[in-house]
């Protein structure tokens, strides 16, 4: 069984007074197209970015593949200078690597994990992306680990081993030099890079500020409330934990379907 | 897509040790044959019922139709001699009646609710039932309303409004005079007697006395451990209502995915 496909919505000319009245309190994937991104889209070409940047030894991400895993580490760490890198990420084979000619290298400009609990602006200012969007919605179909998926092959996943993962209602769109992407916060995406490019990501935050964590530096941490009930919750299982196997599985059933009526959405878009 | 369903074991000439120490920490439901129940299975007739049990009038339900529906009281609660009610529940059809001439009575002689918490023994003195039993692990699949099921037509089951019901598991077994039928705690039953009888339920706690509610005379209470755990739950779930509803919905379902990794049994018999 496939799983639903859409595309992301596409829509041109946006102003910001449209986008944030109408569009933002959506909460649902777009992208918008034409935006005024000032000169970036032809102007970051590889040599200007290898002449501007400069020989800054820079700390990447290398892997054989593109799909990099960011739960089994598929990857290793590296340095080069920029205007270096710059120049072998831009080749098709490399004549100097690190682990094979077919090598993939990514930059991520602060820390490693993404913006979860976090708004999302996704400026693509070169180059080109796929990006495969799910919804938190399906986040029981996406075997998560921690905040992430295991699933990374999406497109031939291993139905054997996740066989959930067909429900997940895909959310499609290719981004090119000039497009924007609004990924809001809790959005599962899947991001695979066509050919060298650079991406900025604009991050805020959703909630008013008192929800967040305050020492929550890089927008990755749950929101206060969402911890604080992990937190109790623990508690409810560690006391349930004194019953017999069976008692423990049967109250735990009813846990479950007491939280699927007091809090799930009954909207299941 | 039909349920599966599985025969209750039947087992003759078990001894109490046998039943102890091999049968009962199995936890399944089972039919005992041959069980010597001294003379009640042929002397408890209509007669000698009407004769030892005189005219005390006793408080019964009754119902137009064989299965009796305790969600939605599909039954009058009425009042009869018990010599009297005897006769009129042998009567294929009655003269007099309170609702039809095909209605159906049920006396009990303790509280209201099945003692779920409690191991039971349903010993069939006279009449023939039929038991249909669910696994406590199929809980989700029953569309429970507090501890009772809204499927009640089990046979011929509203897929369209309980499409999950079909994956319950379903244990079926007929009882006539003189078989017992050993109920687990948890385990959900459904009960259509077939003809005329009586049947004696004998409850024990199979818990240490101590896990349970003092309060609780009719063993209808959830042991102390799984109480306590639903308060803390519902704490959880108000520090969880301070979020706006799409983080909720969200960080419900992460809850929901730790309970079943910490707190379900890995085996689903």
Redesign the interface.
């Known amino acids: 069984m496939a799983g639903q496909h859409f595309p992301v919505t596409r829509l041109e000319g946006v102003s910001r007074e449209q986008f944030m009245q109408h569009l933002y309190p959506q909460?649902k994937p777009l992208v918008l197209e034409g935006i005024d991104l000032g000169p970036c889209t032809s102007k970051w070409t590889v040599d200007y970015l290898s002449q501007v940047g400069g020989k800054k030894e820079v700390k990447i991400h290398v892997a054989a593949v593109a799909q990099m895993d960011f739960i089994s580490k598929n990857f290793v760490y590296r340095s080069l200078p920029f205007d270096q890198l710059v120049q072998r990420a831009a080749e098709e084979k490399h004549k100097e690597f690190f682990v094979s000619e077919d090598e993939k290298y990514y930059l991520r400009s602060l820390g490693e994990d993404p913006r979860k609990?976090m708004d999302n602006l996704l400026i693509q200012v070169t180059g080109k992306k796929r990006v495969v969007l799910f919804s938190?919605?399906d986040?029981?179909y996406l075997y998560?680990k921690g905040t992430k998926s295991e699933v990374l092959n999406i497109d031939n996943p291993d139905l054997a081993k996740y066989p959930l993962f067909s429900k997940a209602r895909r959310y499609e769109c290719s981004l090119e030099a000039g497009d924007v992407l609004f990924i809001p916060?809790?959005w599962f995406h899947n991001v695979i890079s066509e050919e060298f490019g650079v991406g900025v990501n604009i991050f805020w935050k959703h909630?008013p500020s008192e929800?967040y964590d305050k020492t929550d530096t890089y927008g990755n941490k749950?929101?206060t409330?969402?911890s604080?009930?992990?937190q109790?919750?623990d508690?409810?299982?560690k006391?349930?934990?004194?019953?017999?196997?069976?008692?423990?599985?049967?109250?735990?059933?009813?846990?479950?379907?007491?939280?699927?009526d007091?809090?799930?959405?009954k909207n299941s878009e």
Chains 1, 2 share one sequence.
């Open positions: 909460r609990v938190p919605r986040a029981q998560l916060a809790l909630l929800c749950d929101p409330a969402a604080r009930a992990a109790i919750l508690r409810a299982l006391t349930l934990a004194e019953l017999p196997e069976e008692y423990r599985d049967f109250y735990a059933r009813r846990m479950v379907l007491h939280i699927q007091k809090a799930y959405s």
